[in-house]
């Protein structure tokens, strides 16, 4: 092998046949549901899911929990889009 000009073709297919190609490997996909429960197994969101239904019960008023489940559900939305990128 020199520098400049790299292996030559015979050594290329020497290589790749004595230790394969050059590859890294792709890593396992997770499903989008487990992503979406994963999104809900921080403790703050859940703390937040309790007060929601906390609220509820003790005052029986919908508008205070309405406004927290949309967003605790635009949290897991963001949060599951960016694991996509």
Do not use: Y
Request: charged content about 20%; glycine content about 4%.
């Amino acid at each position: 092998m020199s520098p400049p000009t790299g292996l030559s073709d015979s050594q290329v297919v020497e290589r790749r046949v004595a230790h394969g190609e050059n590859k890294l490997a792709e890593a396992p996909r997770v499903p989008a549901w487990k992503r979406c429960v994963a999104q809900f197994k921080d403790l703050l969101i859940i703390i937040l899911l309790a007060a929601t239904l906390i609220s509820f019960v003790v005052s029986g008023e919908l508008k205070t929990p309405i406004v927290v489940l949309i967003v605790v559900v635009a949290n897991a939305t963001i949060g599951q889009s960016r694991e996509q990128s």
